[in-house]
């Protein structure tokens, strides 16, 4: 069965029209229970929390996906703007039967989107997924509860300090922060509150930006899509780091001290040798996806840690970790997941993860955290309305030559992408014109096909 709604991050679109609806989403949660309740083979199905970032649209979305719950008998307990990672933890500390987080993510405010977790806190497999989209096309009020069996909602009073608990835990305890200047972008998103006192808890000396979310404004030039603001901050006040989290907090990059930008992969190769060094690393290996640098592969052999490569897709990485028992894995976009603390990626307790490292090693953000020379990436998108140019036998033809123009010195990666009507067009190695040729030529060729 092909996906109709389900992205690689679940459900995602604009706000307001379909399938991004207060209809639909209150039929998902619907459908969501149905299923779950099948799985289930009539054991209690009863409890669910749900979340959200701080975008306009949650409001709305919020009260439609509380009513389908409600309407199938599941309790609602409401946690208000939390993180993704502290939407997973709650549904396993809240022992709840699914976890829901409202959030579109990096996105603008304009679009939105629902996330979902099992008991377990790990994001629902796509064999569920497949299931609920299934049970939308169906008859879902022949399962609505009796009026006395209609669910009931609360709000969680202490949402923020139970995440900030949880991320703290990360850190040995006695572990502090103290002597590090630290300026943190929050996106103007579910982080805004929780991300700076986190820092402040482990006594950081902690400036705030983009920390005054109106439901507009999340992502808008501040994030970790947008690192502007914040690398002209940290150098304005002289800071050590600066830490840029996404609209809904699961990503990470950050700023050195003279404003340079560090992605994901330099994040995951400082992980990676630093718990390689203190023996915390379950296997030798950091599980990342194909997006990641050749650079980054390179410098790990060289330490003797393999890269295990996955599909685009922070819940592909986890599966895969899962799978062959890995505990450390992500995305260069920033996903960082740190399985032996939470099971999905978690900007904030990567970030602290990060900071510590720096402070430990005595040395500036700029020696610790830049660790192998990035060969020449480049990743261009090619727009298109409909059909699957990826199929046409040009595009194939193209994209095998361009393969085998590289022998060990690039990769060529096209795909489409799982939440945009895009084509993703990535080509990187040690020539860089080379590469601009490749990726030039292939962006040419589908738009032709696309046109």
């Known amino acids: ?36 309740r099948a799985r289930r083979k009539g054991q209690p199905t009863d409890r669910v929390v749900i979340g959200k970032d701080t975008r306009l649209s949650c409001y709305m ?75 939308l096309g169906g008859d879902l009020e022949k399962d609505l509860a009796l009026p006395a069996d209609l669910g009931k909602a609360a709000r969680l009073d202490d949402t923020i300090g ?25 996106a103007n998103g579910a982080a805004y509150k929780v991300a700076p006192q986190v820092l402040w808890e482990l006594e950081a000396d902690v400036i705030a930006i983009g920390d005054a979310p109106n439901g507009r404004n999340i992502n808008d030039g ?7 603001k914040l690398q002209e901050a940290v150098v304005d006040h002289g800071a050590d780091i600066g830490i840029a989290l996404d609209g809904d907090a699961d990503r990470l990059i950050m700023v050195d001290e003279k404003g340079n930008k560090i992605d994901g992969d330099q994040l995951m190769a400082a992980l990676a040798l630093s718990m390689q060094d203190k023996g915390e690393l379950a296997k030798p290996a950091l599980v990342s996806t194909v997006m990641s640098n050749l650079g980054l592969e390179r410098l790990l052999k060289s330490k003797g840690i393999d890269l295990i490569r996955t599909a685009v897709g922070d819940r592909y990485v986890v599966e895969t970790m899962r799978a062959e028992g890995y505990n450390l894995g992500g995305e260069q976009s920033g996903h960082i997941v740190l399985s032996d603390y939470n099971t999905t990626g978690d900007g ?104």
């Open 61 to 135: 979305l919020e009260q439609a996906i509380t009513a389908g719950f409600l309407s199938m008998g599941m309790h609602v307990i409401l946690t208000g703007p939390v993180p993704t990672p502290g939407v997973a933890m709650l549904t396993r500390s809240l022992r709840a039967d699914v976890g829901v987080m409202i959030s579109a993510s990096h996105n603008s405010f304009e679009d939105n989107g629902i996330k979902l977790f099992g008991a377990d806190g790990y994001k629902l497999d796509d064999e569920i997924e497949l299931e609920i989209e299934a049970a």
């Open 1 to 36: 069965m092909a996906r109709e709604y389900f992205g690689t991050d679940g459900i995602r679109g604009r706000a307001n029209v379909h399938p991004m609806t207060a209809e639909m989403t209150m039929k998902v949660a619907m459908a969501t229970v149905k299923v779950l």
């Open 222 to 228: 501040y994030g970790a899509t947008a690192t502007g």
């Open 348 to 451: 904030l307790q990567a970030a602290i993860k990060m900071c510590a490292i720096v402070k430990e090693s005595g040395q500036k953000a700029s020696e610790v955290l830049n660790l192998f020379e990035p060969l020449p990436q480049i990743l261009r998108n090619v727009e298109f309305k409909e059909g699957k140019p990826l199929d046409e036998a040009e595009v194939k033809a193209a994209i095998k030559k361009a393969e085998s123009s590289f022998a060990n010195d690039g990769r060529v990666l096209v795909r489409a992408s799982g939440t945009e009507p895009v084509i993703r067009v990535m080509a990187e190695g040690d020539d860089q014109q080379k590469v601009e040729d490749i990726v030039g030529d292939l962006c040419a060729i589908i738009e032709k096909v696309a046109s």
């Open 162 to 186: 139970r995440y900030a608990e949880s991320v703290k835990r990360s850190l040995p305890r006695g572990t502090t922060l103290q002597g590090l200047k630290v300026v943190v972008d929050c």
